[in-house]
């Protein structure tokens, strides 16, 4: 955010102000980055320059407000509030408005080109279902509210591991490093690839029926109807109809062998969800525990476009903080980097995410967790801690962010989220 004078030379001034109208002022200068105190002084200014008094602004059950401003700013508001013959709560409620009027929401970024989000690794039960929904929930947030976010330093302090002692877990549990901020207001897709249809479930949707039209279908070339027609929403409420999925099918079990047989099956997934990508600003793949043609068609979609810059789509590889992870987590990056080189690919890594932690496992979650931070690239960019509040939100069918949005584990998805944005 930009920065005003220190408090040191500025005057403290206290007055009131409409709840709905500072929740308005706290979310705007978010948005935009800017100091509250900043927006106030800029606010008051205009006012002040104004050739006659601005329209009333209902100042019913106004609490007390107080920020800092230039010396003298407030006295020659006092002035002309006199002049003008409103009252000084009046006169600050119209500056607040007139500065959220010349200042309005800024438009949601969206990327020029679809990014696609691979979330993948050849170990199941490390949480790649759970870090899908937590990163595509985090990603259609509504970016006129804000939720509690853990910044970089509070994960950059996290990833600080020496010998035995590791202060994650206190780190991520400390409310000063936890900030409220917009939610991106992206339209996401997150798609099921899984046959276990774990991201379908835990989402209370219904799989799709084996007689039936699915993904798997159109990746073989033998589709029954439109696929955009499986799509269902998520939780329309608190997402506002921006995040959608498509459920699995336990066909998928059976995609394997229907590619053998199909031309050019590294660009099956693709030539499936590119009809669908003009309506979503990301697309999450939630990838089954496999290294087969299944593999290889979601790494390939993940890969770098014309056009297309660093790190925007790209491979998201969950860990947990033991050994056999690592075992995957070669095996995986051998099969990426093979079908790189032998179709001349640019297949971006967007980081390592450690799900499940909890330091309280002792030298081998610690010692593992050094091991995931020494790799350096790719590097990790999330460390999601082992708690309930995941566990509930499943076993309620509902999304993590919904159900919890103030938990531990909501806020470092939405840092996650950040992190690969």
Known sequence: MSMPASPSDRAKIVSKLPGWLRQSLKVRTAQLGIDIQTAVEQGIAAWCDLASAASSVDTGGAESFSTFLPPGQWEEFRRISEDRKVSLIQGLAQSVQLWLDTNPTPDVQRPEITRRIVV?????????TAITAGVGEALSEDPNLLFPVRVAKALATALRVEDTQNPAAESLNDPLDVEKLPG???RVLMVDFDPQCH????????PLPMNGDSLTNHMAGDPKGELRDLIVSVDEDHFAGRLHLLPACHDAFLLDVRLSAVRAREAALERALMPLEADYDVIIIDC??????????AAYYGRRREAEGPGQSGALIVVQAEDSSADAYDLLTNQIEDLSNDLALAIDYLGIVVNLYDGRRGYIATSSLQGWIDIKDPKVVG???DLK???????????????????QQAIAMRALAREIS
């Open 383 to 385: 460390l999601i801690n």
């Open 120 to 128: 993948c690794n050849q170990k199941g039960g490390v949480g790649k």
């Open 199 to 206: 991201l379908t479930n835990q989402l209370g949707a219904a």
């Open 184 to 186: 991106h207001g992206l």
């Open 288 to 297: 089954p525990p496999s290294l087969g043609l299944s593999m290889d068609a």
């Open 389 to 407: 509040e995941q566990k509930e939100a499943v076993r309620m069918k509902q999304p993590l962010l919904s159900y919890a949005p103030a938990s």
